[in-house]
C-alpha cells in the first residue's frame, strides 16, 4: 500500500517562502505520477502542480513563476517549494500519486494524465496559512 505523509506547512506572512515535503513509501513500480493539490474548506480541492514520470512538470496559472515540484528519489520524496507566498494561497496542502497509465477511447494510454481529482493514494495534509 502506498503511504505519504506531508509535512512543512506553517503559517507566514505575504511574501513568505515555505517548501512542503511529501514522502512517498510502499511504491512497488517507480516511478508514479505526482502532484499537489490544495483545498480551502467549503471551496472544492484544487490543482497546484503535477510531475510526470518523465520529469515533464505542469503548474496551474496561479501559482507559475512561485511554486516548483521536485522529487528526490534517493530519499522517496515529493517537495513544493513555495515562493512569493500570498494570502490567496492559504489552504491544507495534500500530495497525490498514481501509477502511470489511463484509458483514452478504446486506448490504454501508458502516460501521467495530469491533475487526477481520482487520484488512487493521497496524503492527510498539511495547513499553509499566509497572514497579510
Known amino acids: 500500500q502506498v503511504h505519504l505523509v506531508e509535512t512543512g506547512g506553517d503559517r507566514v506572512q505575504t511574501g513568505g517562502s515555505l517548501r512542503l515535503s511529501c514522502a512517498v513509501s510502499?511504491?512497488?513500480?517507480?516511478?508514479?505520477?505526482m502532484a499537489w493539490f490544495r483545498q480551502v474548506p467549503g471551496k472544492e480541492r484544487e490543482p497546484v502542480a503535477a510531475?510526470?514520470?518523465?520529469?515533464?512538470?505542469t503548474y496551474v496559472t496561479s501559482v507559475k513563476g512561485r511554486f516548483t515540484i521536485s522529487h528526490d528519489i534517493a530519499k522517496n520524496t515529493l517537495y513544493l517549494e513555495m515562493n512569493g507566498l500570498k494570502p490567496e494561497d492559504t489552504a491544507m496542502y495534500s500530495c497525490?500519486?498514481?501509477?502511470?497509465?489511463?484509458?483514452?477511447?478504446?486506448?490504454?494510454?501508458?502516460?501521467?494524465?495530469?491533475?487526477?481529482?481520482?487520484?488512487?493514494?493521497w496524503g492527510q495534509g498539511t495547513q499553509v496559512t499566509v497572514s497579510s
Open positions: 497525490a500519486a498514481d501509477p502511470p497509465g489511463y484509458y483514452s477511447g478504446g486506448d490504454y494510454i501508458m502516460e501521467c494524465f495530469g491533475f487526477r481529482y481520482d487520484s488512487k493514494f
Open positions: 510502499g511504491v512497488r513500480n517507480p516511478p508514479y505520477c
Open positions: 510531475l510526470d514520470t518523465d520529469g515533464t512538470t
